[in-house]
DNA sequence: ATTATCTTTTAGGTATACCAAAATTAATAA
DNA sequence: TTATTAATTTTGGTATACCTAAAAGATAAT
């Protein structure tokens, strides 16, 4: 299997069963990987040789010890350079994950551990996303989600799960960056529409968004 | 064709024309490609139809105006990576190369010319080999093989045309790095060995070496 | 001009990474 | 519990990028 392959596999297999439980299944797997899940199959068969996952059919997939190193080597190389990228080079962080799903395949610790060195070992990405250190390890944080805020408290954005230009874009338009701070001035009972309150204006948001955005109490 | 196989294969048939003549023969980039001259058959063919080579059957190959321009712009992303890694983050010139021919594959015009500007948009990269600006052209110069220097003569080391990591490290060592300046000795008459003397030291170098190191008369 | 040698091409074949369609298995609803 | 639906796997197939060995073509030496 060639190594980006199997790379590609861990890292959403990784981002999957971190999210949610343990266990991956196949379709959520073959919709991320844009590939069939016939495909899928195939893959996983093969990374269950190769030792990276626990593959049961019919069932679901976990990673094992090994697999769950190289994934997190992964994960770690691509927040590093979507960290690099936006601090140091000047990129927006609507367009860092795009760059970073190439160079996170480029395997040199040297480089690695040189950029975040630089970047004074930073512990989150431009998405608020943990950066683990280089022994795997990754720092844990309780945040909820903005869609589980309740009317009148503050809070402060954290996070985002979703790196799609269209809704990063829509965030900073109303200086929602990582760091602001929220007021949850009214939750619509029809919808889940939030209004909330930042750098003093109103803004909406649909419950869709709001899942999306992960947020500390204040 | 796979887009990084079409890079590798342009990059190549290009440092191999600038060299030599006009037109790369397929044992020359079997070997440079590390694949056997069967498979460079198949290549070329497709390079043809995709129109970025005229490959004549039996007789050799060149770059269209197209197969130019792209070899051209993998040329000048490998060189900035090697340049930024050298320059920006503290990688020796021996290092380089081997991280670039994976970084020279990542296409995002932004990137590089942000790198290029960060370095001030240099014209030669840490093996002085000359950088394509971003449209293309490059900066000619006159300079000359070490091998063809004559005795008595003073030159100023420009460039290599090996980046082994042992022919690198063995320059280095007698502190034979670019821009260093070389006082020619003498020649041995058996064997072209050159003896010539860089920072009051005498070095000398068979004419293996010399074949690889590019001065400037000074 | 003919042979010997070296280079290139063709023929036939492997491994990887995909796919669509059919068959199987699991989950859910009646 | 039995249909119905949904997810997964199997089957048979494609495209890419390589390979070795044999055939054909070009070059050089006598
Ligand atoms: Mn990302
Ligand atoms: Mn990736
Ligand atoms: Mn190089
Ligand atoms: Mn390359």
Redesign the pocket.
């Known amino acids: 299997?060639?190594q980006?392959?199997?790379e590609?596999y861990l890292k959403t297999i990784y981002n999957l069963s971190s999210n949610n439980s343990a266990v991956v299944?196949?379709?959520q797997l073959?919709n991320k990987?844009?590939?069939?899940?016939?495909?899928?199959?195939?893959?996983?068969?093969?990374l269950h040789e190769l030792k990276y996952v626990v593959?049961e059919?019919?069932?679901?997939t976990r990673l094992t010890t090994a697999g769950a190193k190289l994934a997190l080597s992964i994960v770690r190389r691509h927040r590093i350079w979507e960290t690099y990228l936006a601090k140091e080079l000047g990129f927006g962080w609507d367009e860092v994950h795009e760059i970073a799903e190439e160079l996170e395949h480029i395997k040199n610790d040297k480089l690695i551990n040189k950029l975040s060195t630089i970047l004074g070992n930073p512990m989150f990405d431009p998405h608020g996303d943990p950066i683990p250190d280089a022994k795997g390890k990754i720092k844990k944080s309780n945040f909820i989600k903005l869609s589980e805020a309740k009317t009148k408290s503050n809070y402060k954005l954290m996070g985002v799960t979703d790196h799609s230009v269209a809704f990063l874009k829509f965030l900073e338009k109303h200086q929602l960056i990582i760091g602001a701070n929220i007021e949850v001035k009214g939750i619509e009972e029809f919808d889940n529409t939030i209004v909330l309150i930042c750098n003093k204006k109103e803004v909406t948001i649909s419950s869709k968004a709001a899942e999306c955005m992960i947020v500390e109490t204040v």
């Open positions: 299997m060639r980006e392959t199997v590609n299944v196949n379709q073959a990987l844009s590939i069939s899940p016939a495909s899928v199959t195939e893959g996983l068969r093969k593959y059919k019919s069932y679901g």
